[in-house]
Every structure is written in C-alpha cells, then in structure tokens.
C-alpha cells in the first residue's frame, strides 16, 4: 500500500500516522524548506459539536493513482522539489489523531510553502475518500462532500 521511499512516499494506512518519521524522510541535505502539513480529527464538524472519530473509506488503488498525480503535478510547477510526501489514514481515525500528512522539501521556503498547500488542498478535491463522522448517539457521511475533480496538470 505504499510507494518505496525515495523521492516521494505515497502511503495509505490502516495504522497511526507519524509526523516525526515523514519529516525527517523529507529532510535533504539540499533543502533549506521542509513544509509539513498534519491534519487532526477534530471534535467539531460542521453544524456537529460532539465528534468522536472519523472513519474513512477509499479505492485504495484509486487514491493512490489520484495522489500520484498530485505529486507529479506538484513537480511541474515547482520542479526544484526534492521530497514529497502524502500519507493518508483509513479507516476508523479518533479524536486528535493524525488523518493526515503532507510534507515537501525543497531549496527555498517560498516553493516549499506553495508546494505543500498545492498537495494538501489539491488531494481534499481529487482523492476520492469518504468522510464518515461518528459520534455517541450514530454517524453520518460528512457533510463536505462535493464531486471529485482531476488533479489540474499546470
């Protein structure tokens, strides 16, 4: 389920996430940036104030080819970029658990920043992943839903 470690790791995981190992894999020695971009599952969703968790479903082959082509477009418009990473939970994720992970390395911080907020808002739009917001009393699919479109190529 995951790309081998060079230039770019791809992961898509049933186990918890770790910050500390992405960012040191991004860390080069030809980079002065290193962006991460770690998101958490949070108590609050929209109109919901009381979530407990979040469970995520995907097409692993699908996610995977859909984070592929983020990171490659990723590369076109910034082609100075040494390291990218995008590492996603699935399944069932709880309250202040990672879901999950962006990182980039790069020369410059400028490129970096952009690179990594490319990736994360780009992945939330073109990888199909669904949203399932568990609480006390049920669950219901996240009300951010929206059609998944192509990872733009420039």
């Known amino acids: 389920m995951e790309s081998t470690p060079t230039t770019v790791w791809i992961s898509l995981s049933r186990s918890p996430l770790s910050?500390?190992?992405?960012?040191?894999?991004?860390?080069?020695?030809?980079?002065?940036?290193?962006?991460?971009?770690?998101?958490?599952?949070?108590?609050?969703?929209?109109?919901?104030?009381?979530?407990?968790?979040?469970?995520?479903?995907?097409?692993?082959?699908?996610?995977?080819?859909?984070?592929?082509?983020?990171?490659?477009?990723a590369r076109t418009r910034w082609p100075m970029l040494a390291a990218v990473a995008i590492h996603h939970r699935i399944g069932r994720v709880e309250l202040g658990e990672i879901a999950v992970i962006v990182a980039v390395s790069c020369p410059h911080r400028r490129e970096a920043f952009d690179a990594a907020q490319f990736c994360i808002d780009t992945l939330k739009e073109s990888v199909p992943m669904w949203k399932l917001e568990l609480w006390d009393e049920g669950s219901a699919w996240s009300e951010d839903a929206h059609d998944i479109i192509e990872v733009p190529e420039q």
Do not use: D, H, M
Request: aromatic residues 6%; charged residues 20%; glycine residues 6%.
């Open 19 to 73: 910050l500390e190992a992405v960012s040191a894999w991004a860390t080069r020695p030809e980079c002065g940036a290193v962006v991460t971009f770690c998101g958490t599952v949070r108590r609050t969703s929209g109109t919901r104030q009381n979530v407990e968790a979040l469970e995520y479903e995907t097409s692993v082959a699908l996610a995977e080819e859909a984070a592929t082509k983020i990171v490659a477009a």
